[in-house]
């Protein structure tokens, strides 16, 4: 069966210090992968895509990178983190359009 | 302008009660699919049920259905005999070229 993992759960880090978020998939194969930012009681924000391998798309400029070194594994990335980046982060894949998106159980970053 | 809009951002039901959350799209496109996602408090994020366009029957899981009205663009959940485990924020969401979020509805279950 197909399942993501997402990691780490929960996380506080300082300003200015760096962040790396990883995200898996298991039991299929070039999935599509997202990143999604969703700040304290608000919608869903697009931040990256990736198609596949080493292929990302941005959709909002901003503080953070993400990559894709490996078919399943999908990495969202900061050098400094800023309090604005605060947030809850939440990973998804699909595969065909009509399934839809399966989530990650998400990571909640707090920024001090 | 908004894809999928959900103007409710907040709603009630009594428990064992029905409700209907809201939900309408834009798309030019022909061949879409449309979504309602849950994300109860945990925040993980649940499909609930699913609506291919080109199927004129409404989607139903359970105590989920929904009312789907291609020609108005509506999409809405009906939730039947609510229990308090359906508190949740509540995502409509369209996959066309893209994919599409609404902004959510807060549903609140009373006992």
């Known amino acids: 069966s197909q399942t993501i993992h997402q990691w780490p759960a929960t996380l506080v880090q300082p300003v200015g210090s760096p962040l790396s978020l990883e995200c898996t998939v298991e039991?299929?194969?070039?999935?599509?992968l997202y990143w999604y930012r969703q700040a304290a009681g608000r919608g869903l924000q697009l931040l990256f895509y990736s198609v596949g391998i080493g292929q990302i798309s941005s959709e909002v400029p901003q503080n953070l990178s993400a990559s894709r070194p490996q078919d399943r594994q999908f990495i969202l990335s900061s050098k400094k983190l800023l309090l604005s980046d605060s947030g809850f982060y939440l990973c998804?894949?699909?595969?065909?359009?009509?399934?839809?998106?399966?989530f990650g159980s998400g990571t909640r970053l707090t920024v001090v | 302008a908004q894809t999928v809009t959900q103007s409710q951002p907040e709603m009630s039901v009594q428990e064992a009660e029905t409700v209907t959350l809201s939900c309408t799209y834009d798309?030019?496109?022909?061949?879409?699919?449309l979504f309602w996602y849950k994300q109860p408090p945990s925040r993980q994020m649940i499909l609930v049920i699913r609506q291919e366009a080109y199927k004129q029957q409404n989607a139903t899981e359970n105590r989920f259905s929904v009312n789907f009205q291609k020609a108005a663009k509506s999409f809405s959940l009906k939730i039947s005999d609510s229990q308090l485990g359906d508190a949740a924020m509540y995502f409509c969401?369209?996959?066309?070229?893209?994919?599409?979020f609404g902004t959510g509805t807060s549903l609140t279950v009373i006992p």
């Open positions: 798309t030019s496109e022909s061949d879409y699919y």
């Open positions: 969401a369209l996959s066309d070229n893209q994919f599409y």
């Open positions: 998804a894949w699909s595969v065909r359009r009509n399934y839809g998106y399966t």
């Open positions: 039991g299929t194969s070039n999935p599509n």
